[in-house]
């Protein structure tokens, strides 16, 4: 049973930056995709940004691009989602997720099976 275990977060100002990293373990065989989600409250979950481990393809949400970085150790089990420039509307909670095989929607929520407890995240203006 695959384990996904979060750190980062908190609280930082407008144009601040955060980094948080999402370690797995439980697995024989490395995930094909590890991601960042958000949701903010009263909004549904949005996909922020996803890492194809193998080929380190990286996917981002037009709203993040040019300041979220998403990358993975050489291991490839640990995924870091590197955030700069943060704005007030990025605060939300940040859950990492792991998916095994190919998807043509690696932003997708609904692709995942395993997911981290999540990580608050607040900008203040």
């Known amino acids: 049973q695959a384990h996904l275990v979060q750190s980062g977060g908190g609280s930082v100002q407008t144009g601040g930056s955060l980094r948080l990293s999402c370690a797995a373990s439980g697995y024989t065989v490395k995930p094909y995709y590890m991601a960042w989600f958000r949701q903010a409250p009263g909004k549904e979950r949005e996909g922020v940004a996803c890492?194809?481990?193998?080929?380190?393809?990286?996917y981002y949400a037009d709203s993040v691009k040019g300041r979220f970085t998403i990358s993975q150790n050489g291991a490839e089990d640990t995924a870091f989602l590197a955030m700069n420039n943060l704005k007030p509307e990025d605060t939300a909670m940040y859950y990492c997720a792991a998916r095994w095989e190919f998807s043509w929607y690696p932003l997708r929520g609904d692709e995942y099976d395993y997911w981290g407890r999540g990580t608050q995240v607040t900008v203040s203006s």
């Open positions: 890492i194809q481990s193998h080929s380190q393809t990286t």
